[in-house]
């Protein structure tokens, strides 16, 4: 197939353009000033079009392997261009962007002023890092783009100077090593193996041999899925996010757990569908594995995040139990239950990027992060806690949000397996999800606060306001026209397959 | 004797295997942060050892073409994981750089390096 040659290389482009930017913005200024405001929206808006066009062009013509340099798949890194890798890269560059919006007004008050501008850099450098992880092809790049994300994402948390954010931050960092060197223990035991990285040629490889190195196979897979499993917070494993989620600056908990932990989930699903390939892991049964963990997942980060007072705290423990639901998707290793567990990808990136961000303005205007002060907040604050409204009945499945159609579909996922057991496990979920998101919502707008309930729209900024509103139209919308996600997703899914 | 000789060519292997799990060992129980970042780099050595010898052919030369005059032995080492692991190394010294800085941040803050101190200050804390 023909192509033009620059449009091929976007994907490539998009990497370097957010690589320079990170290098030149704190460069340029001293101060955090408009051209540095400029200069990062710029580079953004720019890859963003760029991922665009690239998705477009993918969608008309099909999927292409693009290799960097032109080194072949033997020594060579390589890229997958498809439906799945850009419209993920979409997914995240847009939700960035909204998210460094409202950043550019939130950090001022989170950080010291002089590291503003080293933040905006290590945040490029992050999705820098997600986009790498989501598009590459070849299972080394994927380990470096991880440790890149492993000292960013910590480093966005310590950036704020803070006791806590140290701990958790070193905890962070302790616990993602852990995962990234497991990681790369499994490559080399695949390595060993079949001689290659690339993802595809192992794929050919080791359905060939792999009878032949069951206990390499059995580590390699074991290993890779506990790393990956720590980075993504399974369940039994998250013991790091509720801390690094919670005391984090605000647009880096939305960042963080709208998107970075995703990308770990992208890593698994190509490591279990395109590395090994379903035939193997039927064989010895992973699915079945990963499903229990998530279910177990699903109820316990909703009994912990009960327990919290803390607002981002909460969030950050029902971070723990959506996690699950989409491994519940990836466990059935079905079409319906991995596009089902991709729409919920997306739509809980959108959630849970605007609960964080809505929590921060309130945090901003008034300082309270206690959810038991948070009496009457409503009154003062309608526009914000309208919007944290939204991202929490979405949480809990409430029709009309993108999270009751993620649920909706994830059921008919379940039933079609035939284990309507786990349909009691989602609407338990769901449940328990209510227990902890309403008192919320009811103690902010049907409660009397400690002065006279008077509403009077509140003047936060309009930097902040304009994301969180964007954000909750897409959630309301896509509640509504779900297929806008789910044509892509479904179109994504049957690469896996 | 064949178990004996089997340990012996498997050697790199099951020395990767045991350093691993004794790096793991130490991250996972040491109260000491700075030994919790030396366990760390054990764990790495542990699997930039596994890597290299992946690559090693037996009586191959360094891969360098024409380093040798005479061309009959066209054996050459597996020059793709020493790369990798040269990136690997690049990753680990980065990841140390930064768990130091931040151990002397937290020294800073609460006086202590060990865990365990630093978990009853802070529940210390949080009774007050």
Redo the contacts between chains.
Sequence with gaps: MKRPLNSMQFPLYVLLLLLMGSVIIPLTTEKFNMKAKTVILGTLVLSWGMMLSTFINVLREGPYLYNIGNWGPK?GIQFNIDIFSTSMSLFILSLSILVIIYSLKDIEHEIYFKQISVYYSLVLLLILGMVGITVTNDL?NT??FM?IL??TS??II?IKRK?EN??A??RY??LN??GS?SF??GV??L??VTGY?NMSEIYIRINQVWELYPTNLLLALGLMLTGLGIKAAVFPLHVWLPDAHSTAPTPSSALLSGLVVKVYIFTAMKLLFRVIGLEIIDTINIPSFITYFAVVGMIMGSVFAIGQRDIKRLLAYSSVAQIGYIFLGVGLATELGLSAGLFHVVSHGFMKSLLFLSAGAIIYKTGKRDIRTFKGIGYQMPLTMILFTVGALGMIGIPGLNGFMSKWYLGFAVLEKGQPIYLIVILLSSFLNAIYYLPIIISAFLTEGEERNIMVLEDIPKTMSIPMVLIASFCIITGFFPQIVMDVVSRAIPTFL | MEIVQAIIDRINYIGAAILFVIGLYTVLTHPNLIKKVIGINIMETAVFLLMVSVGYVAGGNAPILGLTKEQTSELYVNPLPTAMILTGIVVAVSITAYSLSLIVKIYEAYGTIEVDEIMELRSEKAVE
Excluded: D, R
Aim: glycine share 0%.
């Design positions: 020594i080394f380990y470096v440790e492993a000292i910590c480093a310590s006791k140290y701990m931050s070193f960092l302790i090593t852990l060197l790369l223990f080399a035991l390595y060993m990285l």
